[in-house]
């Protein structure tokens, strides 16, 4: 069975930083493309990043230069360092896990966290 469990939200002030991690287990033998997303309240989830199973990583813009993504494959772990946040970075923070398809192995599956809680006060 598969899950993801998020850490690492909080509060802090405005020009603080945080770093969430999600921990994957399950099918870790699947290779994952993980992301982070983020909804704040009255608002739709919106992506934040994501790093491909590759390395690969990307950022909406409003967190580039601010936030990086990370994985740590032999933890099945995959991390987000928020620096010079600000109280429009306030929302709940999800990890998203798509499991790639792999001829006899493994199925494409999509995988959500159960979200943490980041507050940034001006």
């Known amino acids: 069975q598969v899950h993801l469990v998020e850490s690492g939200g909080g509060s802090v002030q405005a020009g603080g930083s945080l770093r969430l991690s999600c921990a994957a287990s399950g099918l870790t033998y699947c290779s994952s493309d993980m992301s982070w997303y983020r909804q704040a309240p009255g608002k739709e989830r919106e992506f934040v990043s994501g790093i491909d199973s590759d390395g690969s990583s990307r950022y909406t813009d409003s967190v580039k230069g601010r936030f990086t993504i990370s994985r740590d494959n032999a933890k099945n772990t995959v991390y987000l360092q928020m620096n010079s946040l600000t109280p429009e970075d306030t929302a709940m923070y999800y990890c998203?896990?798509?499991?790639?398809?792999?001829?006899?192995?493994?199925?494409?599956?999509?995988?959500w966290g159960q979200g943490t809680q980041v507050t940034v006060s001006s």
């Open positions: 998203k896990r798509r499991i790639r398809y792999r001829f006899g192995y493994c199925t494409e599956t999509f995988h």
